[in-house]
């Protein structure tokens, strides 16, 4: 997959544009910083060029050079399947929503369920919290990216973790499934198991997480507290992805 890096900075040197230069150094620098198990400061600026933006830029191409920009375009535009695929995360924490989740929630401790690789749980505990990092590990069995999580990761379904756990302040779970019904199981587990706990997902409404039922239920709070710490998340690519608070 470093296949994609090298392929990004090929065409951006053919393509002698400015604002593509621009984004492809914010991936290597992503890239990097991910390779390197730490965590962005700040959320990534947007990715990818929006239709006019393309039109724009497409004016100013030679045509012998249209092909590579259409080509880098679907680059930037899949910079977290890249992700997805290289390090197995699906989600770009950064410290500056850390620690806003500290600070307006008031929150000293968490535990992260179905945490895949943990990403989340190594971003609050360098933001100054105590985490635990849950999940059930079925996938790392079969998963290239399961044997190097960013956090100790402990084997415990989302449920029994909730049970063991129960006194932490804080509940998160990132990129909840979008079938099945583990996010409304997990939203029971809370309430009957640590009905004081803040219980957040990361995810995108109606789209690539969670599952139907938890869309058209009556499940989140849109607190001031949620919108000062998205507005410090603004998804990098075309998936509209938030952090999300069930209600106490």
């Known amino acids: 997959m470093t296949k994609y890096i090298n392929k990004l900075q090929a065409l951006s040197a053919q393509l002698h544009n400015q604002e593509i230069a621009d984004q492809v ?23 990818g060029l929006e239709p006019d933006e393309y039109e724009e830029i497409s004016w100013e191409t030679p045509d012998d050079q249209l092909h590579n920009l259409q080509t880098m375009n679907n680059l930037l535009n899949n910079v977290r399947q890249y992700l997805s695929l290289q390090y197995g995360i699906w989600s770009l924490p950064n410290l500056t929503t850390a620690r806003l989740i500290m600070e307006k929630l008031g929150v000293k401790t968490a535990l992260e369920v179905m945490a895949g690789n943990a990403y989340w749980s190594k971003a609050l505990s360098q933001a100054g919290m105590q985490v635990v990092a849950t999940d059930s590990l079925e996938w790392a069995k079969t998963s290239a990216t399961g044997s190097e999580p960013f956090y100790p990761v402990e084997s415990l379904s989302a449920a ?24 409304l199981e997990l939203i029971a587990a809370k ?13 995108e409404r109606a789209g690539a997480t969670n599952s139907r039922d938890f869309w058209r239920g009556d499940f989140l709070t849109d607190s001031p507290a949620m919108k000062a710490i998205n507005r410090s998340f603004v998804s990098y690519d075309f998936i509209e992805e938030k952090l999300f608070e069930v209600k106490q």
Do not use: M, T
Not at 26 to 43: E, H, S
Not at 171 to 176: G, N, P, Q, T, V
Not at 197 to 202: E, G, I, R, T
């Open 25 to 47: 150094k914010q991936i290597c620098q992503i890239d990097q910083a991910v390779k390197d198990r730490q965590v962005l400061n700040r959320a990534p600026q947007r990715l």
């Open 160 to 183: 029994d973790a909730v049970k063991k756990y129960a006194d932490r302040d804080l509940i998160l779970c990132s990129w909840s499934p979008n079938f099945g019904r583990s996010d």
């Open 191 to 203: 309430r009957e198991l640590a009905p004081k706990s803040h219980l957040l997902f990361v995810g």
